[in-house]
C-alpha cells in the first residue's frame, strides 16, 4: 500500500505561482513513479506531469509545458510540483498518483497509476 498526501494548493493571482507536495508513505517511494494530475469541474482529469523513480525521466502535458516543474526528494518521500506563469486555466483539482510496480513505459494516463492522493484545490484569480 502507498498512501499519498497532497498538500500546498490555493488561491493565487494569474501569473502568480504556487508549490504543490506530495507525500508518500507505506511501501517503498524511491522505486514509484510519480505523477500529478489535475480536474476541473465538468472535464476529464488530465496529466500534468511525470518523473522516474531515478528522477532522470520527467515528462509534462502539453498545457504546463514551460511553466510547470516536476521534482521528487527520495530522501523525504516527496514529489512536488512548481507552477508558474498561472492562467485562469489551470485552476482544478490536483491530485498526485503513484505506480507502485515496474513498467518502463511512461506513464501519462490514469490506467498507469494505481495509487492516488485526496487531491489539493488550486484556484487562480484573473
Known amino acids: 500500500q502507498v498512501q499519498l498526501v497532497e498538500s500546498g494548493g490555493g488561491l493565487v493571482q494569474a501569473g502568480g505561482s504556487l508549490k504543490l507536495s506530495c507525500a508518500a508513505s507505506g511501501r517503498t517511494f524511491s522505486s514509484n513513479t510519480m505523477g500529478w494530475f489535475r480536474q476541473a469541474p465538468g472535464k476529464e482529469r488530465e496529466f500534468v506531469a511525470g518523473i522516474s523513480w531515478t528522477g532522470g525521466r520527467i515528462y509534462y502535458g502539453d498545457s504546463v509545458k514551460g511553466r510547470f516543474t516536476i521534482s521528487r526528494d527520495n530522501a523525504k518521500n516527496t514529489v512536488y510540483l512548481q507552477m508558474n506563469s498561472l492562467k485562469p486555466e489551470d485552476p482544478a483539482v490536483y491530485y498526485c498518483?503513484?505506480?507502485?510496480?515496474?513498467?518502463?513505459?511512461?506513464?501519462?494516463?490514469?490506467?498507469?497509476?494505481?495509487?492516488w492522493g485526496q487531491g489539493t484545490q488550486v484556484t487562480v484569480s484573473s
Open positions: 498518483a503513484a505506480r507502485s510496480y515496474f513498467d518502463s513505459r511512461y506513464a501519462l494516463t490514469q490506467n498507469d497509476y494505481n495509487y
